[in-house]
C-alpha cells in the first residue's frame, strides 16, 4: 500500500548547554501519530484511537523540552521514553570481564551502575534524518559513541529508527557496529498507560506475557541468575490477567521489586505480550527479535514528578515494557550473549502494534 508520508519538525526547548532540541511527529491520522525528540532519542508523545475513535496520548513525558530539565524530574529521573544504552538495566558490581580484561563502569543509581550510566544515551543529541518507505515511514536517529564512554569498550556507530505504518504499528529499530568487541543490549524505556489518563493507574489494565518463565531477582535488584517457573508466582501472566493482581506486596520478589520490576523470558517472539485497558478498548500487542522483556510498572514514581498538563506521575500509573535481553548477562553465563565482537552487525525490532476494541 502507498502511503502519504506526514512527517514534521518543530523546535522543542533547547538543552541547558543552549544545543536546540528538536521533535519529530509522525502521522497516519485517526490511526497512531508519534513525537519523537532527538535528546535522548526519546518518544514524547503516541496518540492512539480508543475504541470510539477518540485520540489520546497513551505515554507518560512532558508538554515541552523544559520538562525533562525541570530539578523534580533529574532528582527523580527515570528515563521516560528515552532509549537507553549502552545496556538496558543494572550491572553486578558495576564491572565486567571481556576477553580476559576487567571493565570498571560508573555508578549512576546509588551505588549501581544502570540503563549505560550517568551519560548513557538516554542524555545525547542524536542526529535525525526522517525517510519513507513504500509502507511506512519514520524517522532514524544515529549516535556516535566513543571507545571507553562510561567504561564501555569500543566506538559503536549506532541507528535507532522509529517507523509507523497503517496498521497502527510503531516499530522501534536497533542497528549498531563496534570498532572492538564490546557489550551491547539497549532498549525503549517509554512508560504506557493505554487509558491515556495518567492521574488514573495501570493496575486495571490486562496484561498477558507468553513466558513460564521469569528471572528472580536479590535484594538490590540484580537477577540471581535462575529462570524460575512463573506457575504460583504473581507472575504468571501467560493466560492473562490484571496486572493489579500480581501486586501482593507479602511476596518476596514484589517486595524486592516494589512492584514488577522483573524480566520475563518470551516463549515466543510474535505477539509475546499483550496490554490491554478495558475502559477505552485500546490494545497494544508486542512482537520482538529480544528474548526477554523488563516489566517495570513504574513502581517508584511517587507523584513527585509533574508531567503533561501538570498532572502528578504516581506509583503505578504506568507499565514500561522494555524488550532486550536479559540485565546482567555479561556476569551470567547461562542467559543470552550480549557480547558485540568487533565489526560485526547488531540489529534488533520490536513492534508495538496497536488497536481497539
Ligand atoms: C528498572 C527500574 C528503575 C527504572 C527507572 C527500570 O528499567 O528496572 O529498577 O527504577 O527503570 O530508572
Known amino acids: 500500500m502507498l502511503i502519504k508520508p506526514a512527517i514534521t519538525a518543530q523546535p522543542f526547548g533547547k538543552t541547558l548547554n543552549g544545543e536546540d532540541v528538536n521533535l519529530y511527529t509522525l502521522e497516519i491520522p485517526g490511526v497512531i501519530k508519534a513525537s519523537i525528540m532527538d535528546y535522548g532519542a526519546t518518544l514524547t508523545h503516541l496518540f492512539i484511537p480508543d475504541r470510539n475513535g477518540k485520540m489520546a496520548d497513551i505515554v507518560l513525558g512532558f508538554d515541552d523540552f523544559d520538562g525533562y530539565q525541570k530539578k523534580e524530574y533529574l532528582e527523580n529521573y527515570c528515563y521516560i521514553g528515552s532509549t537507553v544504552g549502552r545496556i538496558g538495566g543494572r550491572i553486578k558490581g ?23 550510566g550517568k551519560e548513557g544515551w538516554d542524555r545525547k543529541l542524536w542526529e535525525a534524518e526522517p525517510f519513507n518507505k513504500e509502507d511506512s515511514f519514520g524517522v ?11 567504561g564501555y569498550p569500543g566506538a559503536i556507530d549506532f541507528k535507532v529508527t522509529y517507523l509507523i505504518n497503517p496498521n497502527g504499528e510503531l516499530t522501534i529499530e536497533y542497528h549498531g557496529i563496534s570498532d572492538k568487541t564490546t557489550i551491547l543490549n539497549p532498549t525503549n524505556h517509554s512508560y504506557f498507560n493505554l487509558s491515556g489518563d495518567f492521574s488514573s493507574s495501570i493496575l486495571d489494565h490486562d496484561l498477558q506475557i507468553v513466558a513460564n518463565n521469569f528471572l528472580p531477582m536479590d535484594e538490590n535488584s540484580l537477577p540471581t541468575g535462575e529462570l524460575k517457573n512463573v506457575r504460583d508466582t504473581p507472575f504468571d501472566f501467560v493466560e492473562g490477567k490484571k496486572i493489579g493482581k500480581a501486586i501482593d506486596r507479602e511476596n518476596e520478589q514484589i517486595k524486592y521489586g516494589n512492584g514488577i520490576d522483573h524480566s520475563f523470558v518470551f516463549d515466543i517472539q510474535e505477539k509475546c505480550a499483550k496490554l490491554y485497558d478495558p475502559k477505552s478498548g485500546r490494545l497494544l500487542e508486542l512482537s520482538t527479535t529480544e528474548p526477554g522483556v523488563q516489566v517495570y510498572t513504574s513502581n517508584y514514581l511517587d507523584g ?33 550473549s550480549v557480547v558485540l565482537k568487533q565489526g560485526e552487525i547488531f540489529h534488533s525490532t520490536s513492534t508495538f502494534k496497536f488497536s481497539a476494541q
Do not use: M, R, W
Open 304 to 336: 513527585s514528578i509533574f508531567g503533561k498538563d501538570g498532572v502528578a506521575y504516581n506509583q503505578h500509573c504506568a507499565i514500561c515494557l522494555e524488550t532486550q535481553h536479559f540485565p546482567d548477562s555479561i556476569n551470567q553465563e547461562s542467559f543470552p
Open 94 to 116: 558495576n564491572q565486567f570481564v571481556l576477553d580476559g580484561k576487567k571493565y570498571l563502569l560508573e555508578p549512576n543509581n546509588g551505588k549501581v551502575h544502570l540503563h549505560g
Open 140 to 150: 532514524a536517529f544515529t549516535l556516535f559513541s566513543p571507545d571507553g564512554e562510561g
